[in-house]
């Protein structure tokens, strides 16, 4: 028998997570964020009931700052492939024009915490299916792959059951749910070497391109629109750019890069010395942000 390799045993986890949810819960959806984890899990996904569609929706939270890019993406995707796409946005934080540059982190807390608990209980959903890994940021090494969240969607993260022997414990009660992370045990280096391997389409913004930026408060944030007012000491530029990691376009930090190809991209993620949220602005607005989002709700 041939022996499956480290990408064919990660694989196989992830789908046998996803089918697990599919078997034990009432309506599970799966998130879509547009990023590549997001990519890596809607092809498991598509391989996982293969050649069925997969037996739930796709919820996308959409904050209205995402590039536009993204949201092309997203809709392309969902068209091409015939899936069920829902999306959902935070109206009443629309309404106040809450935005990045005036809110801070209240907008994070509003049009993105918020509004992924309310679309999850507008549709009713019982578990969320979620990219997360446990390499990427600190709170996130502590969770479990099922992860359970109260009726108010808060964790706690003293009080997570075992996973032995890869027994996953999804009994809730009535008005709770679950997030669910296939990818837990995946690093930023095995999502590239699977997407090469699977030859996954991924959002161009991963692809270092002649970009026009601004350098503020240490980060390279990309001009999308223009929403985005240039501060007075401020001057743009234009470089060859890409992204490690997509989110809100202002909090969201590039980098230098002629990484323009899967395998350069391989070998620039093999030598990076630094977390690829390094360049999520989010992360550093405060000591353990993360994981207080985390035990509010966020994903």
């Known amino acids: ?14 789908i046998y997570i996803i089918r697990e949810v599919v078997s034990e819960c009432q309506n599970p959806a799966m998130l879509y964020s547009i990023g590549k984890d997001s990519s890596v899990m809607l092809h498991l996904a598509l391989k996982a009931f293969y050649p069925e569609k997969p037996p739930f929706p796709f919820l996308h939270i959409d904050t209205t700052w995402k590039f536009k890019e993204m949201i092309s993406f997203k809709d392309k995707r969902a068209n091409e492939l015939g899936i069920k796409m829902y999306t959902y946005r935070n109206e009443e934080g629309v309404s106040k024009n809450i935005n990045p540059f005036d809110h801070g982190k209240s907008y994070t807390d509003i049009m993105k915490t918020e509004a992924l608990k309310k679309g999850l209980d507008h549709y009713g959903f019982d578990a969320a299916i979620c990219g997360g890994r446990r390499d990427e940021e600190k709170s996130r090494a502590k969770e479990r792959i099922i992860s359970h969240r109260s009726a108010q969607h808060t964790w706690n993260p003293q009080n997570q059951r075992p996973e032995m022997w890869k027994l996953y414990n999804m009994e809730i009660n009535q008005g709770e749910s679950l997030r669910v992370f296939p990818l837990s045990n995946w690093t930023e280096k095995d999502i590239w070497q699977y ?11 991963y692809f270092a391109k002649e970009r026009p930026y601004v350098e503020r408060e240490g980060n390279i944030i990309c001009v999308d629109d223009d929403r985005m007012k240039l501060l007075p000491n401020e001057e743009l530029k234009v470089g060859s750019i890409r992204f490690r990691t997509l989110g809100c376009y202002p909090l969201t930090g590039g980098c230098v890069s002629h990484a323009s190809t899967l395998n350069e991209i391989i070998n620039e993620t093999l030598g990076a010395v630094c977390s690829e949220r390094s360049t999520r602005v989010i992360d550093s607005e405060e000591v353990g942000s993360m994981e207080r989002r985390k035990r509010e709700g966020y994903f």
């Open 195 to 205: 997407i090469a391997r699977e030859n996954i389409e991924i959002v161009p913004l």
């Open 1 to 14: 028998m041939e022996k499956l390799t480290y990408l064919d045993q990660l694989e196989a986890e992830a």
